[in-house]
């Protein structure tokens, strides 16, 4: 296995954890957008944990994607 399979691999587990992580995430729209007036909400407990996790696996397959466009 060279690093271009490996890396398209890894290119393919980070996708699916991804999209798996999006899924689980709670759309903050519910009974929230039908009061009247700004409505300021906090990120707090697994709500966090998944954004973050969102953010970092969004930053590693944008890194592993380079480094697979670079090694060609």
Known sequence: M???DGL???SILV?????AIILLQVKGEGVGGL???SFVRTRRGLEK????????????WLV???VAVATR
């Open 64 to 66: 592993i994607a380079a």
């Open 35 to 37: 009061q009247s007036g």
């Open 15 to 19: 996708s699916v954890a991804l999209i």
């Open 2 to 4: 060279n690093l271009q």
């Open 49 to 60: 944990t998944l954004f973050q996790l969102t953010i970092g696996l969004v930053v590693l």
């Open 8 to 10: 398209a691999i890894a």
